[in-house]
Nanobody
Framework: QVQLVESGGGLVRPGGSLRLSCAASGTIFSSNYMAWFRQVSGKQRERVAAITSSGTANYADSVKGRFTISRDNANSSVYLQMNSLKPEDTAVYFC?????????WGQGTQVTISS
């Protein structure tokens, strides 16, 4: 059973930075696709950034130029570097991965941007 565990959330001021990490356990295989989603209470979960096993990344328009997704296949991890954070980035951030055609989600980590 694959488990995804996020870390790195917290409270930062507008303009600040955070780095989220997600570590996968329970598998020896590399995920073909890993992503970060976020969700605000009462709203749909939205994909923020995604990265393939070859390193091709794509981003939501709202975070382009501010967020960077990366992965470490050897350690089954994916990261999200978030810079120039805005209050509207406040959400619970979820790690997502596909292993052997099955989808997995982390438990989520709260990111709050406030002065």
């Amino acid at each position: 059973q694959v488990q995804l565990v996020e870390s790195g959330g917290g409270l930062v001021r507008p303009g600040g930075s955070l780095r989220l990490s997600c570590a996968a356990s329970g598998t020896i295989f590399s995920s073909n696709y890993m992503a970060w989603f976020r969700q605000v209470s009462g709203k749909q979960r939205e994909r923020v950034a995604a990265i393939t096993s070859s390193g091709t990344a794509n981003y939501a328009d709202s975070v382009k130029g501010r967020f960077t997704i990366s992965r470490d296949n050897a350690n089954s991890s994916v990261y999200l570097q978030m810079n120039s954070l805005k209050p509207e980035d406040t959400a619970v951030y979820f790690c997502y991965a596909i292993y052997s055609g099955l989808q997995y989600w982390g438990q989520g980590t709260q990111v709050t941007i406030s002065s």
